[in-house]
């Protein structure tokens, strides 16, 4: 069972209004000792963001990532990761 685990790592804001401009994000899976993650940013134009950062949750902007990331796609590709760590289709090495 794969456990994905999203989490907001740092916003960026304007001093003047306090009003978030760029969210840096990360998510991670996990399926026992098997993990992929990924970390990204999403940006948008100053003062499309009306809510001051003071009042801000990190459910709250999970929600304004997740309109702007396909939610779906990005935890579809970090279980198919964690498919070829689980179901190897290369390796190297030497028959000795």
Not at 11 to 30: E, I, Y
């Amino acid at each position: 069972m794969t456990t994905t685990t999203w989490k907001i790592s740092q916003l960026d804001r304007n001093t003047a209004d306090g009003f978030v401009t760029t969210a840096h994000w990360t998510v991670t899976a996990v399926d026992g000792d098997h993990s992929a993650s990924s970390y990204a940013t999403v940006s948008w134009p100053e003062g499309t963001i009306t809510v001051p950062y003071s009042d801000l949750t990190e459910s709250t902007v999970l929600g304004w990532v997740w309109e702007s990331v396909d939610k779906s796609a990005t935890e579809s590709s970090l279980a198919a990761q964690i498919d070829l760590l689980k179901n190897p289709v290369k390796a190297s090495g030497t028959p000795w």
